[in-house]
């Protein structure tokens, strides 16, 4: 069966400081990948989707960036967080050599308060 | 571009008393439409989907959602909520072959079950 690992559950970072929050998928191959942010009382916002290796789609202009140095690897990043950066993060996957099923897979999230 | 609109931000409801989440979602073309649940920091988990077929479909937790392709609708229903259905309810769309495969959300539906 599929299973998708994200870490860390919680960070608390200082402003200017660095990030990388990691996604990890098992039980499927080529999947395609995506980075939501959650904010505080709003919806999910669609960050960046890979269809494949180092192939990366930002949705919205930020202070964040997406890589998939793997096939089942994928990461959030940034070199300096900002206040506005403060969120929940999901990390989800779809579709993959052998998965016929249409829907999207989510992690536990990252709660991550930038202070 | 597909974009979904749930009407409601928050729903209080009686313990054992019915609940309708309201969902509308604007596409020119096909679409797979999903709902998900999201309890409080935690990732999302599926509910149910429409792909195709029957317009009525049933879920898990004793929720259903009716299709209504005239309305551009999907609205999700249970006959009688308990306690624990106290979360965050999210609407979603999808088009098929649409670049990178992405869902989009709408903003979300808190339901509180009060006893």
């Known amino acids: 069966s599929q299973t998708i690992h994200q870490w860390p559950a919680t960070l608390v970072q200082p402003v200017g400081s660095p990030l990388s929050l990691e996604c990890t998928v098992e039980?499927?191959?080529?999947?395609?990948l995506y980075w939501y942010r959650q904010a505080a009382g709003r919806g999910l916002q669609l960050l960046f989707y890979?269809?494949?290796?180092?192939?990366i789609s930002s949705e919205v202009p930020q202070n964040l960036s997406a890589s998939r140095p793997q096939d089942r690897q994928f990461i959030l990043s940034s070199k300096k967080l900002l206040l506005s950066d403060s969120g929940f993060y999901l990390c989800?996957?779809?579709?993959?050599?052998?998965?016929?099923?249409?829907?999207?897979?989510f992690g536990q999230g990252t709660r991550l308060t930038v202070v | 571009a597909q974009s979904v609109t749930q009407l409601d931000s928050q729903v209080p409801v009686f313990e054992e008393a019915p609940v309708e989440l309201r969902c509308n979602y604007s596409?020119?073309?096909?679409?797979?439409l999903f709902w998900y649940v999201q309890y409080p920091n935690q990732g999302l988990q599926l509910l149910l989907k429409?792909?195709?077929?029957?317009?009525l479909v049933k879920g898990i937790n004793g929720f259903e959602a009716e299709f209504n392709k005239s309305q551009t609708s999907f609205h999700l229903r249970k006959p009688s909520v308990h306690i624990s259905d106290t979360a965050e309810y999210f609407c979603?769309?999808?088009?098929?072959?649409?670049?990178?495969?992405?869902?989009?959300f709408g903003g979300g539906t808190r339901v509180l079950v009060k006893p």
């Open positions: 039980g499927t191959s080529n999947p395609n």
């Open positions: 979603a769309v999808s088009v098929g072959g649409a670049a990178g495969n992405k869902l989009t």
């Open positions: 596409s020119s073309v096909s679409v797979y």
């Open positions: 890979s269809v494949g290796i180092g192939q």
């Open positions: 429409y792909l195709s077929g029957s317009t």
């Open positions: 989800a996957w779809r579709g993959g050599q052998g998965f016929t099923g249409t829907e999207a897979f």
